[in-house]
């Protein structure tokens, strides 16, 4: 054994979620999955990695998420660190890109997942669903990896809650994950719903509007930011919903005005159907979205509840993202909600330590504490009642720091156990135990085989053992 040696922290842009804290996110991932499997969705789950050209081509090679916040994969032996060990969390994702670029056995590069949909997709034409279920309604739950800069509602690992509804072009498809993200917010209590809405057109109406902005930016290309002047040449279309250049693009002819006469229709009958349903929407001509699969309709859900990166989630159609993957011509949409900003949106109320400790108080109150003297023969009897209360569907605790009776009874009665049980060697020879309801204050002896009986009221019905 060498000297004792700190561990390096977890690193930059990532949290740890302590069981205190995970109360809420129960909250969050329970109502999301209770509500889409409502609205006909089903979980899918994909991998945590993929190819890294599945993300390349799926949201662009040009997209800021492909060109700089991509965590590349390297098996161990393979990893070149260029940077100091203390700089390592932070040297940037390609710092361990192995040489040549390769991931794992020198096969086709890897690369953590950064969102969900490229995966969902390959999952579907994978597996033929195209073919066998045409119309595929699924959502995942799950953690996500982008190397960006760290702020409020900003991290390196984040997590989604995500649907897609893949194989259909119906206007409907995107109202109902509108109307679902309502019901989301309504029922985690963020308040104010509203939708940003826009449409970019598609690939026949958007290259020409793209043409008009470039002509239009080109005399002010020196007021644009670095990145916008970049943009300009790739996709001036990007340039658009940087805030930075907010004020030089306010007098561009909005795309929605733009479209082809398909995808204004498509745009018109989603916009019925929000007044149908009663959303609170505002047309935002800013609103293109970061990668470059969507095609018409694309949204977001703001919450003045949030810093600068003020969009609970966001999502939209792309239709050319199944054909391109040499799928059928079968249009998809979807949406995407970051648990992290619907948990800063939240009330506190419902999601810090106070809202955590009153549901474990909650549940307390119907468990079991199986108290024991130190002999051996009342702490293995311990062991064994305690499994025995658990396997009928109780949920039960003993000690196993090594306390003292009376220190076990002090700690039961603080954590809020509604039964104790006690065990000590004059119980064993007669194979009895000792009951205590905490609530009432009293305590009788009873026979062992009594207890199951005796306490099964505090057992949820849905567990007690078939018979
Ligand atoms: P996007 O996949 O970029 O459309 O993002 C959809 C939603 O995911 C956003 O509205 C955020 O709620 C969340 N999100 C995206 N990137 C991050 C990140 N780096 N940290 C935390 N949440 C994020």
Same mark, same amino acid.
């Given at each position: 054994?060498?000297?004792?040696?700190?561990?390096?922290?977890?690193?930059?842009?990532?949290?740890?979620?302590?069981?205190?804290?995970?109360?809420?996110?129960?909250?969050?991932?329970?109502?999301?999955?209770?509500?889409?499997e409502?609205?006909?969705?089903?979980?899918?789950?994909?991998?945590a990695f993929?190819?890294?050209?599945?993300?390349?081509?799926g949201?662009g090679?040009?997209?800021?998420?492909?060109?700089k916040?991509?965590?590349?994969?390297?098996?161990?032996?393979?990893?070149?660190?260029?940077?100091?060990?203390g700089?390592?969390?932070?040297?940037?994702?390609?710092?361990?890109?192995?040489?040549?670029?390769?991931?794992?056995g020198?096969?086709?590069?890897?690369?953590?997942?950064?969102?969900?949909?490229?995966?969902?997709?390959?999952?579907?034409?994978?597996h033929?669903?195209?073919?066998?279920?045409?119309?595929?309604?699924?959502?995942?739950?799950? $953690?996500?990896?982008?190397?960006?800069?760290?702020?409020?509602g900003?991290?390196?690992?984040?997590?989604?809650?995500n649907?897609?509804a893949?194989?259909?072009?119906?206007?409907?498809?995107?109202?109902?994950?509108?109307?679902?993200?309502?019901?989301?917010?309504?029922?985690?209590?963020?308040?104010?719903?509203?939708?940003?809405?826009?449409?970019?057109?598609?690939?026949?109406?958007?290259?020409?509007?793209?043409?008009?902005v470039?002509?239009?930016?080109?005399?002010?290309?020196?007021?644009?930011?670095?990145?916008?002047?970049?943009?300009?040449?790739?996709?001036?279309?990007?340039?658009?919903?940087?805030?930075?250049c907010?004020?030089?693009?306010?007098?561009?002819?909005?795309?929605?005005?733009?479209?082809?006469?398909?995808?204004?229709?498509h745009?018109?009958?989603?916009?019925?159907?929000?007044?149908?349903?009663?959303?609170?929407?505002?047309?935002?001509?800013?609103?293109?979205?970061?990668?470059?699969?969507?095609?018409?309709?694309?949204?977001?859900? $703001?919450?003045?509840?949030?810093?600068?990166?003020?969009?609970?989630?966001?999502?939209?159609?792309?239709?050319?993202?199944?054909?391109?993957?040499?799928?059928?011509?079968?249009g998809?949409?979807?949406?995407?909600?970051?648990?992290?900003?619907?948990?800063?949106?939240?009330? #506190?109320?419902?999601?810090?330590?106070?809202?955590?400790?009153?549901?474990?108080?909650?549940?307390r109150?119907?468990?079991?504490?199986?108290?024991?003297?130190?002999?051996?023969?009342?702490?293995?009897?311990?062991?064994?009642?305690?499994?025995?209360?658990?396997?009928?569907?109780?949920?039960?605790?003993?000690?196993?720091?090594?306390?003292s009776?009376?220190?076990?009874l002090?700690?039961?009665?603080k954590?809020?156990?509604?039964?104790?049980?006690?065990?000590? #060697?004059?119980?064993?020879?007669?194979g009895?135990?000792?009951?205590?309801?905490?609530?009432?204050?009293?305590?009788?002896?009873?026979?062992?085989?009594?207890?199951?009986?005796?306490?099964?009221?505090?057992?949820?019905?849905?567990?007690?053992?078939?018979?």
């Open positions: 054994m060498g000297a004792s040696w700190t561990p390096p922290r977890a690193p930059r842009g990532t949290a740890d979620i302590l069981p205190e804290q995970v109360h809420a996110w129960h909250r969050v991932e329970r109502t999301a999955a209770e509500l889409a409502r609205y006909g969705y089903r979980e899918l789950r994909t991998p993929e190819a890294l050209e599945l993300f390349a081509r949201m090679e040009g997209t800021e998420v492909v060109e916040e991509m965590f590349l994969l390297a098996p161990s032996g393979r990893a070149r660190v260029e940077a100091g060990p700089e390592a969390p932070d040297a940037g994702p390609r710092a361990q890109a192995p040489a040549g670029g390769h991931g794992a020198g096969a086709e590069p890897l690369a953590l997942r950064p969102e969900f949909t490229a995966g969902v997709v390959r999952a579907y034409r994978q033929g669903l195209d073919k066998t279920r045409g119309l595929l309604k699924v959502y995942s739950i799950g $953690p996500l990896f982008r190397y960006e800069r760290p702020q409020k900003r991290q390196r690992q984040f997590h989604q809650v649907l897609e893949l194989g259909t072009g119906d206007p409907r498809a995107e109202l109902e994950l509108i109307a679902f993200a309502q019901d989301l917010l309504g029922a985690l209590g963020i308040p104010d719903f509203a939708v940003r809405l826009n449409s970019i057109g598609c690939a026949q109406c958007r290259p020409g509007y793209r043409e008009r470039r002509a239009l930016l080109q005399p002010r290309r020196e007021r644009l930011c670095a990145n916008c002047r970049a943009r300009l040449d790739r996709n001036a279309f990007r340039v658009l919903d940087c805030k930075l907010a004020e030089h693009t306010a007098d561009l002819p909005p795309m929605a005005e733009q479209l082809c006469a398909a995808c204004a229709e745009f018109a009958a989603v916009r019925a159907g929000l007044e149908l349903l009663d959303v609170p929407y505002r047309i935002d001509a800013r609103l293109v979205r970061g990668f470059d699969y969507y095609t018409r309709t694309v949204f977001e859900f $703001p919450s003045g509840r949030l810093g600068a990166q003020d969009a609970l989630g966001g999502g939209g159609r792309y239709d050319r993202l199944i054909p391109d993957m040499g799928g059928p011509e079968l998809a949409c979807g949406l995407a909600f970051g648990i992290e900003r619907l948990l800063l949106a939240m009330d #506190p109320a419902a999601t810090g330590s106070a809202a955590a400790e009153a549901a474990e108080r909650a549940r109150a119907a468990a079991v504490y199986v108290a024991a003297t130190p002999e051996p023969g009342p702490r293995a009897a311990a062991l064994e009642l305690v499994t025995e209360l658990r396997r009928a569907g109780l949920e039960a605790e003993f000690d196993l720091a090594g306390k009776l009376k220190a076990q002090r700690a039961a009665d954590a809020g156990f509604g039964w104790v049980v006690i065990v000590g #060697p004059e119980e064993l020879a007669r009895e135990v000792a009951l205590r309801q905490m609530a009432a204050g009293h305590q009788q002896r009873l026979p062992r085989a009594e207890l199951l009986a005796r306490l099964a009221p505090a057992v949820p019905l849905a567990a007690r053992p078939a018979r």
